[in-house]
């Protein structure tokens, strides 16, 4: 009995420091970045003060990984973070809304939603001046496989 009241304890207090150390976390200002990572999230500047400590984490590793990665995952990190804040607050919130919603989806489904935004995207070349075309509103499922309701 005292040894199950020993090992209880002993993960009561692992549980609390672990608790701990996740609130310490760091979720630094902008001008806290280093100069690598402000290059890499500049288009995110103006909205980095509204996200959250997880948010910034997230982004912050996003920004790490950048040096490693090929040059075409480089070109499309910047051209997602640059369409991303090009957008207004409705069409994230509209394009976080479908984002959930594809995610709901059983897996192939999701799978053809996802081709067919590949295929608009590829199909449609921007033109001078344009914005990407926005995830806002992707396809939606192929009616055959639409859920039932």
């Known amino acids: 009995m005292r040894s199950c009241i020993l ?36 288009p995110l500047e103006p909205e980095w003060a509204s996200y959250s400590g997880k948010k910034k984490q997230h982004l912050i590793a996003l920004a790490d990984r950048y040096p490693s990665m090929k040059p075409e995952e480089r070109v499309r990190i910047d051209s997602r973070l640059q369409h991303w804040a090009s957008l207004s607050k409705e069409e994230r919130t509209q394009a976080r809304n479908n984002f959930r919603k594809v995610q709901k989806l059983p897996p192939q489904q999701r799978a053809a939603v996802k081709q067919q935004l590949k295929q608009s995207h590829n199909a449609q070349p921007p033109k001078a001046g344009a914005r990407p075309s926005s995830p806002a509103n992707p396809p939606a499922p192929p009616a055959a496989a639409a859920p039932n309701s």
């Not at 993960?11 to 200002?29: D, R, S, W, Y």
């Open 7 to 42: 090992v209880l304890v002993r993960l009561l207090l692992a549980c609390f420091i672990c608790v701990q150390v996740q609130a310490k976390e760091p979720t630094p200002n902008w001008n806290e970045l280093s100069p690598a990572r402000r290059q890499v999230l500049a």
